[in-house]
């Protein structure tokens, strides 16, 4: 039995919670989160990071697990949208330039988790969880 991630959904939820947005042509584009631009730099990437890793973790044995990396780039945009109002830096463009393709906190070196591969992770040898 072959389990997919809805990515329509998940691209829906990220509108309805305000990560992204549909322009006139109803194509799908990232968004800045306002409320997060009075938080620090880390604070900032450690909710994103939050965002990012809780849905690879739930989506980790989909079988198109590869699509999930359009929804984490358009997490990766608004990040860098928000973190560009943050800094009067204006374009996304600007903010991946000043602080790095991971956006990563120039004191703290903390930086956002995106995978090297999305490709599906099977694990057969782990033991079933047992109820009692």
Not at 43 to 71: C, E, H, P, W
Not at 81 to 99: G, I, P, Q, Y
């Amino acid at each position: 039995m072959a389990v997919d991630a809805s990515i329509k959904l998940l691209i829906e939820k990220l509108i309805k919670n305000s990560f992204a947005r549909r322009n006139h042509l109803a194509t799908v584009l990232a968004k800045d989160k306002t409320e997060l631009i009075y938080l620090m730099h880390y604070d900032i990437i450690k909710i994103y990071n939050s965002k990012t890793m809780g849905l690879l973790i739930a989506y980790q044995f989909a079988g198109n697990f590869a699509l999930l990396a359009r929804v984490v780039w358009i997490l990766r945009q608004s990040c860098a949208l928000t973190l560009a109002r943050k800094f009067k830096l204006k374009t996304m463009k600007k903010a991946f330039v000043k602080f790095g393709y991971d956006l990563g906190d120039p004191e703290t070196s903390v930086c956002l988790n995106i995978p090297n591969s999305f490709s599906v992770s099977y694990d057969y040898k782990s033991k079933a969880h047992t109820i009692f």
